[in-house]
T-cell receptor
């Protein structure tokens, strides 16, 4: 069955430190890959997406993600975290159709 | 441009009452989605419309739930009768048709059934 896994439920990082959020998917072909962010009380906002081509994708708010086919991964990174990056982050995949399957999410806490 | 607009943002209702959630998708988008978010189950797709027609309602939990899209700019999700286990955040989202197109989410309707 198709699935997307975010192994880390909660990550705490110091302001200014780097951040990496993990995402793995299970499917025979390369899906469409997305990262969304959800701030408290808000909807989901797209950070970036990957369809094909360059495996390093740049997004908004200084985020980037790298697709690694061999590892079935699409990890999200930010070199220097700001307090405003505290939120919940969702990896999502779509397999040639409209259905987005979401991971369980990773909550990021930023400490001063 | 306005994003996806949902109403009400918050609703508290008593068990057994009818609840209607409303959504206005982004103009020009022909795909509309209703998602439910809970702590236990995360984000679940309830129903997907394309060009106002329900294409996939396999995620609708039971007959108490119904959704309509009478035109391209309006959709409703109705729960009748509501139960405490329906308490969740309900998101409406829209996109242009096509695999991989960005899906834009509304800010959600926070439902509490007591």
């Amino acid at each position: 069955a198709q699935s997307v896994t975010q192994p880390d439920i909660h990550i705490t990082v110091s302001e200014g430190a780097s951040l990496e959020l993990r995402c793995n998917y299970s499917y025979g072909a390369t899906p469409y890959l997305f990262w969304y962010v959800q701030s408290p009380g808000q909807g989901l906002q797209l950070l970036l997406k990957y369809f094909s081509g360059d495996t390093l994708v740049q997004g908004i708010k200084g985020f980037e993600a790298e697709f690694k086919r061999s590892q079935s991964s699409f990890n999200l990174r930010k070199p220097s975290v700001h307090w405003s990056d505290a939120a919940e982050y969702f990896c999502a995949v779509a397999f040639n159709d409209y259905k987005l399957s979401f991971g369980a999410g990773t909550t990021v806490t930023v400490r001063a | 441009d306005a994003g996806v607009i949902q109403s009400p943002r918050h609703e508290v209702t008593e068990m057994g009452q009818e609840v209607t959630l409303r959504c206005k998708p982004i103009s020009g988008h022909n795909s509309l989605f209703w998602y439910r978010q809970t702590m236990m189950r995360g984000l679940e797709l309830l129903i997907y419309f394309n060009n106002n027609v329900p294409i996939d309602d396999s995620g609708m939990p039971e007959d108490r739930f119904s959704a309509k899209m009478p035109n391209a700019s309006f959709s409703t999700l109705k729960i009748q009768p509501s139960e405490p286990r329906d308490s969740a955040v309900y998101f409406c989202a829209s996109s242009q048709q096509g695999a991989g197109n960005t899906i834009y989410f509304g800010e959600g309707s926070w439902l509490t059934v007591v």
